[in-house]
């Protein structure tokens, strides 16, 4: 039952981070939304046995949206470039508490080794 919740929570986030960006500035409640989103995904959808290629896919994605979003790049391509370091912004606030809580169960899981 966690199982599936954890998979539609990915779901959800991933329309939510793509889609409302597009249409305007992200407001609280949806920053929220995804926020809590993106920690049921790190809580309930990372196996174990995923979490190195989780933390690598995820590390690769921050790096490539924070920069797009930041370098100012993105915003000389005409009228699409706000839309998409909006949707950028969008996609690490769904990612990253993932990202954070499996990177912590992992460092746990390795100290938890060696002690």
Do not use: C
């Amino acid at each position: 039952m966690l199982q599936r919740i954890g998979v539609w929570a990915f779901i959800v986030g991933v329309i939510l981070a793509a889609l409302l960006p597009m249409f305007t500035e992200l407001a609280v409640w949806p920053t929220s939304l995804l926020i809590v989103l993106g920690l049921v995904i790190g809580f309930l959808n990372i196996a174990a046995a995923d979490t190195q290629t989780f933390l690598l896919a995820a590390l690769a994605l921050v790096i490539v949206s924070g920069f797009s979003s930041t370098s100012g790049l993105i915003t000389q391509v005409g009228q699409i470039g706000p839309v998409l370091g909006r949707v950028f912004g969008g996609i690490l606030l769904l990612v990253v508490p993932a990202t954070i809580i499996v990177a912590l169960r992992s460092i746990y899981t390795v100290a938890h080794k060696r002690g």
